[in-house]
């Protein structure tokens, strides 16, 4: 089992000290949505978002909606092999269900996920594919019983994917750690949490490439793409 998180996520609903601000005010008018149910994007709330605190690493959901579609159609999850979560830069957690299939239109991605933000969970009644927490990188790394985390950043110890992988299959429950920002470093906070931190290119990968290149090279480190062609 790879336990998959993308942590400090640029995944959050609009703060409260950017309401009155002209730009939120007229989009939420458009969404007919109070501010604080709308999920904070720069492509509409860039001019409000300058003097937010670390305002480059914030407002962009559509990174966690790529790379939770690399990660939810790979063989990985289908074998139930996977299990991955969002961390938000407010610390916040995601669980996502390996069985959840997520809508492939981002404006629809966006309703289910201030949805998920409105009433913790989606969908409200049933199986639960989404639920939120307030929860920190330490309580969710606590609560998983990872038994190894090894993060990505190119502040990290250069090696091959390939080598860095390898070492993760002596664990039960090892986690991989991803950034889940456009740009900017993860806090120090979360550099202490992991047993090790591994540069894998010299130029930053996007999330989604690199989370696709990840689970691929567990799956083919485990053997994965042979078992599955001999079903």
Same mark, same amino acid.
């Given at each position: ?74 063989? &990985?999850?289908?074998?139930? /092999?996977? %299990?991955?979560?969002?961390? *938000?830069?407010? +610390? =916040? #957690? ?37 639920? &939120?927490?307030?929860?920190? /990188?330490? %309580?969710?790394?606590?609560? *998983?019983?990872? +038994? =190894? #985390? ?42 202490? /949490? ?8 010299? +130029? ?28």
């Amino acid at each position: 089992m790879l336990i998959l998180i993308w942590a400090e996520s640029a995944l959050e609903t609009i703060p409260k000290g950017l309401w009155s601000h002209p730009a939120i005010r007229r989009h939420s008018k458009r969404r007919g949505k109070p501010p604080g149910l709308i999920l904070l994007d720069r492509s509409y709330h860039h001019s409000a978002m300058k003097k937010l605190r670390e305002s480059e690493k914030r407002g962009r959901p559509d990174i966690v909606h790529f790379a939770l579609l690399e990660a939810l159609g790979s063989p &990985l999850n289908k074998e139930r /092999l996977l %299990q991955a979560y969002v961390h *938000t830069n407010n +610390d =916040y #957690v995601v669980t996502v269900n390996s069985e959840a299939r997520l809508p492939r239109n981002y404006d629809r991605f966006v309703g289910l996920l201030e949805q998920l933000f409105e009433l913790g969970r989606v969908p409200s009644k049933g199986q639960t594919l989404l639920k &939120l927490e307030h929860k920190t /990188l330490s %309580q969710l790394l606590e609560e *998983t019983k990872t +038994d =190894y #985390v090894m993060a990505f950043s190119r502040k990290g110890s250069p090696e091959t994917l390939e080598e860095a992988i390898s070492r993760l299959l002596e664990k039960q429950r090892p986690a991989v750690i991803v950034g889940g920002f456009p740009h900017g470093r993860f806090s120090e906070t979360t550099i202490r /949490l992991a047993d090790e931190v591994v540069r894998i290119d010299p +130029d930053m990968l996007e999330t989604w490439t690199l989370t696709s290149r990840v689970i691929y090279e567990y799956e083919r480190a485990i053997s994965l793409p042979k078992k599955r062609l001999r079903q």
